[in-house]
Structures are given as C-alpha cells and as structure tokens.
C-alpha cells in the first residue's frame, strides 16, 4: 500500500494552535459579554465579593483578554513558523500571565482555587513554550497549547462567577 506524501489537511500542531486561537477568542468574547451583562449575587459574602468586583475585576478581565490575546499571538507565529515571534510572544506572555496572578485573591475560597489553577495552567504553558523553542521541542510547543487551552477554558468557565457583585 503506497502513501501519498502529498496529503492536506492539518498537522497536529496546527490543530492544537487553531483550537487554542479559538479558546482565547472565546474567553476574550465571554468577558466582553459578561462585563457588560452583571449580575447580582445572594452569596453571604456579598460585601466582600461586591468589594473585590468593584476593585479588581476590570483588570482581571483586561489581564486575561491581554492574556488570551498574547495566546492568539503564539499560536499564529507558530503556523508561519515565526521563532523568533514565537519567543517575544512566549515572553509576553509570559510577562501578562505573571501580571495576571498579582490581581487580588477572589473572596471565595473555593472559586480562587480554581482561578489559581487555571493561572498555574497559563504559567506552565509560557514556560514550556519558551523551554520548547530553546530546545528546539515540538513536544514542549504542543504541550504548551494544551497548557493554554485548559487555563483560558477555565477561566472562561469562571467568568458568569467572577463576573457578578
């Protein structure tokens, strides 16, 4: 059985880096949305959720949409094979991530967990991107997208929560 080494279609690579450009639109998308249409809470701790959203919330949104856009970045310079974009995006990234993790802790144990995680999920994705393109690591590269797939997908599943007062 011969094959044909002409094929179409997308590598892996490009694969992983369309649905990550997809995720950070979609997260950008979802904070737009949610900053836009707030909600009320009956949580107990309303004050302190009331106060953590009128102090800090616009600029974890900023913070993430920047994030998810540094994200769409690496992921374009990626399928043109642009390395040393690739870097200065990684770097950025990397940058906005660490930025993104010195915004206030959420009130609610529970929710902060999950903020945290998703963040650490960030961080270990603009690290492995950048150790990938040192090491010269397709493997690292694609572990980085899963990395920044996972914590934009969390943190938009968090949005409808960190979005109320």
Request: charged share 15%.
């Amino acid at each position: 059985m011969r094959v044909n080494k002409n094929q179409n279609g997308f590598t892996a690579i490009e694969a992983i880096i369309i649905i990550v450009v997809v995720v950070a639109l979609g997260a950008v998308g979802w904070l737009v949305y949610k900053d836009n249409h707030k909600n009320s809470t009956s949580s107990g701790n309303s004050s302190s959720i009331s106060s953590w959203y009128n102090t800090n919330y616009q600029d974890f949104a900023a913070a993430v949409k920047t994030v998810g856009k540094d994200v769409g970045n690496v992921a374009q310079d990626v399928v043109s094979q642009n390395a040393t974009g690739t870097q200065t995006d990684c770097q950025q990234a990397q940058t906005d991530i660490t930025s993104l993790q010195q915004i206030p802790a959420y009130p609610v144990a529970s929710t902060n967990a999950k903020v945290v995680k998703a963040e650490s999920e960030l961080s270990s994705g603009a690290t492995d991107c950048l150790n990938g393109l040192n090491q010269g690591s397709s493997a690292l590269i694609n572990q980085a997208g899963s990395e920044f797939t996972t914590g934009l997908n969390d943190l938009t599943a968090l949005a409808p929560t960190l979005a109320t007062k």
